[in-house]
Antibody, heavy 122, light 107 residues
Framework: EVQLVESGGGLVQPGGSLRLSCAASGFAFSSYAMSWVRQAPGKGLEWVSAISGSGGSTYSADSVRGRFTISRDNSKNTLDLQMDSLRAEDTALYYC???????????????WGQGTLVTVSS | DIQMTQSPSSLSASVGDRVTITCRASQGISDYLAWYQQKPGKVPKLLIYAASTLQSGVPSRFSGSGSGTDFTLTISSLQPEDVATYYCQAYNSAPQTFGQGTKVEIK
């Protein structure tokens, strides 16, 4: 059974940093690209960042580029999102998601974690 | 960047009605289009990918069609458990933009 468990969310002041993690199990982690998607309170889904299975390719939304860094550790089956220079508009529930169902390029998000809440406020 | 526009933003229909939601991409995306269902307070769930392929376990009353820039999600017979917000997503390149969502309610 595929499981994705996020952690690391919390309350942080504007300008601060936070590191989110996602522990993956139940599938061949290194074979699949992964993504982070966020959802502000009462709002729609916003794609944040993605990383290839090897970790060699990363992609980010314009809204977070230069502030957020996605990474993965295939030896530990973990996905991370380092979030720096946080702003109030980054307040959201952050989901870790697996790209699939196939391991090739251009896949949708077939499994999602429960999310971890990030609140940016003074 | 590709923009995804869904319509309508919300709809109310009766149980058993046929419901159609449209999604338009600002440029051609072939069939790299997914539909997700998010029930209130729940995690998004993949319904359809490659524009028309039903994800395993999804009821057959859901179907998708389209290619290029215009896509459709159809619920052939609306059920109470289908109350949710539905999102389309283009996944052919980054950013993998979502539509703004369509909220489906029971009349």
């Amino acid at each position: 059974e595929v499981q994705l468990v996020e952690s690391g969310g919390g309350l942080v002041q504007p300008g601060g940093s936070l590191r989110l993690s996602c522990a993956a199990s139940g599938f061949a982690f290194s074979s699949y690209a992964m993504s982070w998607v966020r959802q502000a309170p009462g709002k729609g889904l916003e794609w944040v960042s993605a990383i290839s299975g090897s970790g060699g390719s990363t992609y980010s939304a314009d809204s977070v580029r230069g502030r957020f860094t996605i990474s993965r550790d295939n030896s530990k089956n973990t996905l991370d999102l380092q979030m720096d220079s946080l702003r109030a508009e980054d307040t959201a529930l952050y989901y870790c998601a697996k790209k699939g169902p196939n391991s090739g390029s251009y896949q949708p998000l077939d499994y999602w974690g429960q999310g971890t809440l990030v609140t940016v406020s003074s | 960047d590709i923009q995804m526009t869904q319509s309508p933003s919300s709809l109310s229909a009766s149980v058993g009605d046929r419901v159609t939601i449209t999604c338009r991409a600002s440029q051609g995306i072939s069939d790299y289009l997914a539909w997700y269902q998010q029930k209130p307070g729940k995690v998004p769930k993949l319904l359809i990918y490659a524009a028309s392929t039903l994800q395993s376990g999804v009821p057959s009353r859901f179907s998708g069609s389209g290619s290029g820039t215009d896509f459709t999600l159809t619920i052939s017979s609306l059920q109470p458990e289908d109350v949710a917000t539905y999102y389309c997503q283009a996944y052919n390149s980054a950013p993998q933009t979502f539509g703004q969502g369509t909220k489906v309610e029971i009349k």
